[in-house]
Every structure is written in C-alpha cells, then in structure tokens.
C-alpha cells in the first residue's frame, strides 16, 4: 500500500471516532401537539372527543443529550413577547415583523407591537394581481418570504397592532383557512374562464380580506395626530426597507453573486438574496447576534431532531454526524427535496456550552408554545442552522465587509 494512502487513514480515523462518540436514537411517539389543540378549540375546528388516528410520529430521543432548559442560559437581543400565529401559515410575517420590532428598539428605543397582518393584507393582493398577469402560472397562497416585509412596507408603510390586528370581535386565534378557500376557489374559476381582468379580481379579493380580516387604515393615531402608515414607518418607527439585506448560501448558485432563492414561497422570484459560502453564512448569524442584531431565519422544521415538547432543534446522529455537514450535505438536502423552505423565526439570543453554540428563536409556530421550558421559543443547535436553514433578513450595517466583497 503506498504509504500516503496509510497516512491519510491515520489522520481519517481520530476524525471518525470524534463524529461517532455520541450515537443518538430514534423513537416512535404519539403525535401531539398540545397548543395546536387549542388553537383549534378556539377556532371551532377541533372536534371534543374525537379519537386518535393512531398514527406515531418518529423523533428523536432527547435523554442522552445534554440541551439547553432556560432562557436565562442566553445572551438575548431585545424582542417582545412571543406570540402566536394561530391558524395561518404567515410565519414569514410574524418572524420578520417580531424582527423589525427589534430593529426599532434598537435604532429608536421604542418598544412597539405592529402589525403582521397588515402586511399580509397587501402581500395577498399583490399575489393575487400576479396570479392574473401570469395567467395562473403564480403561486397562490399563504407562504413568502421574510423579504416580502420590507417589499410591501416600502409600498405601503407599517401599521401597529392597535391599528389593525386583522382580528374578528371576539376571534382569539387568527384563522385563514376559511378565507384563503374562498380565495382559491375565486381565482380557479378566474383561470377556468380567462377572466383575467386584474382589477375585478384584485376588487373580489379585498372584498373577501376585508370580510375576514377587517379593511387595512389608512391613517395612524399618534399622540393625538393622524399621520400615514408611511409616515409611521419612516418618521415614528425610524425604518427605511432598503436598509435591510438577504443572504442564502446554496451551491446551485455561484458565491458572492446575488441569485433567487428558487423556492416556490419565493412566489415573485426574488433575486436579490446575497449568495456566500456556508462558512460566512454561518460567521455572520454568529457575528451579528454578539454585536446586537437579531434575525430573520427561515428553512425546514420538519426534522426528527426538532420538538416542540422538548424546545429544542439539533441534528441527530443518525441523520449525519456534526463532523460532516458541510456544504454538499446542505445542498445534496435542498436538491433532493428532505430539506424545504417551510417556516421563518426570529433569532434574537446565543449561548456558548460545551457541545458548540445554541441559539435562541422565537418562533409564531404553535410548537414552540409547547416548550416546558420557554413558551414561544426553541434552543436551537448551531449544526440544525447550519444544515437545515436556508436564507435570513439582516440590517445591512451588520455585514458591512461581507457586502464589500459584493
């Protein structure tokens, strides 16, 4: 045997006792999901007594791993309380409204609630005009992106929760399903009979938001005075959309370019993600979050390795040892399916123990109100952020050299 071949056995072989030394399990539970149950309670969707399907959910075995069980354990940024985004799936805008909330704490010391829906009001007429130019090619539904935020506030301002919570009287949880059904079955019957007359439909469409959610105002009480949601934005908030960025890092497009995030909740085919090798991607969540910023984050929570029950996101061993995610890892995942763009949360806190970094994410999904140990969150494992999400909003201030390279 030629003997640099035996030399890289010697050095291979360390390596693989260290991925190996802790081999974590898989088990068959009960699936459940407490909060939900109450979300479904409330929005008369959950029938009392109804029985179980029987069917088991595999997770991982928490027992051997040492995790995180108090919030008092992070270093935080500044972010409200965590709330719930009921029955909807505009995560997209509850993460990133939670983060520009940050963002004006930090810029302008203000402590603010705004609202999620007030976005997602004008995200969805705007879907809906797409829909009608692209002759129902476009995608038509409640997912988007954590940038779609500063695209529609850039258009039309930010509004406070107290404004408009797109809230029925006497409705607890936010509930879309009827109302996006509706809105499906309009526009079916739109393409089915080439009625593409954009302002009909946008008209029937803000017919059936206002219905459900309430019209969006037009106007802000601010001590004492009527001002614009712009103006809100621009002179109470302090926000200005173009200061924030996107990054990704995939290797399906080329590094330190900007590129589309070709995921279908990307439903306007944004470009401008900034594309950078996984090792930056990773130094910048890191970097910002010490220096005071928090995060918009999106990917895949659908893991064996993340539970609501427990709080926590790691990546189990027998998914892939930590040693070997990589970038091929990240990307093979993304290519084949196992890894979607299926929720965004606000990173807002880190914490140095001797297994590697965690990170703190507030999270509008009704898993994290599960979390014994800190409703409204989940411990995050640095090698979960590292293999399984996928693309952030950030102030461009926080990355500053990186843009340079650009």
């Not at 997770?59 to 940024?77: A, C």
């Not at 954009?198 to 309430?214: K, P």
């Not at 908030?237 to 890092?249: G, R, T």
Request: glycine share 6%; proline share 4%; with cysteine.
């Amino acid at each position: 045997m030629n003997s640099k071949y035996c030399l890289g056995i010697v050095f291979l072989l360390p390596l693989m006792a260290t991925a190996q030394s802790i081999r974590d399990k898989a088990n068959f539970i009960d699936a459940e999901n407490k909060f939900y149950q109450q979300i479904e309670q409330s929005t008369e969707m959950f029938r009392k007594g109804q029985p179980s399907s029987g069917k088991k959910t595999l997770k991982m075995d928490f027992s051997s791993r040492d995790i995180p069980k108090s919030i008092d354990e992070f270093k935080t940024v500044w972010s409200g309380k965590p709330v719930s985004q009921g029955a909807t799936n505009t995560c997209w805008s509850f993460s990133t409204t939670s983060f520009y909330e940050s963002e004006v704490k930090r810029i302008s010391g203000l402590d603010v609630r705004l609202s999620e829906q007030y976005i997602v009001y004008y995200e969805t007429i705007h879907k809906a005009r797409q829909f009608v130019r692209t002759r129902g090619a476009s995608l038509f539904d409640e997912g988007s992106e954590t940038n779609a935020v500063a695209r529609m506030a850039k258009m039309y301002g930010m509004a406070p929760l107290e404004a408009y919570s797109g809230l029925r009287p006497g409705q607890q949880f936010l509930d879309h399903t009827s109302m996006f059904e509706e809105m499906k079955k309009y526009l079916a019957s739109v393409k089915s009979s080439a009625a593409w007359d954009e302002q009909v439909v946008e008209s029937t469409i803000r017919s059936i938001l206002n219905h459900y959610m309430g019209p969006v105002p037009t106007s802000i009480d601010y001590k004492g005075k009527k001002i614009s949601p712009m103006q809100y934005m621009k002179d109470v908030l302090k926000i200005d959309p173009d200061n924030y960025v996107d990054f990704m890092s995939l290797m399906e497009k080329p590094y330190w370019k900007q590129a589309e995030y070709d995921v279908p909740d990307n439903w306007w085919n944004s470009d401008v993600y900034y594309n950078v090798p996984l090792d930056v991607f990773m130094s910048i969540i890191d970097n910002s979050v010490k220096k005071g910023y928090s995060i918009a984050v999106g990917g895949d929570v659908s893991e064996t390795g993340i539970y609501g029950t427990v709080g926590v996101a790691v990546v189990p061993t027998y998914d892939i040892p930590s040693a070997y995610i990589d970038e091929s890892a990240r990307q093979m995942r993304f290519s084949n399916g196992s890894t979607t763009d299926d929720h965004a949360v606000h990173l807002v806190g880190w914490a140095e123990r001797k297994d590697g970094t965690w990170y703190l994410i507030k999270d509008s999904g009704s898993g994290a109100h599960n979390n014994p140990y800190a409703k409204g969150y989940y411990f995050y494992h640095s090698d979960y952020v590292k293999l399984k999400m996928m693309s952030f909003t950030i102030h461009r201030d926080a990355v500053k050299e990186v843009l340079d390279k650009f």
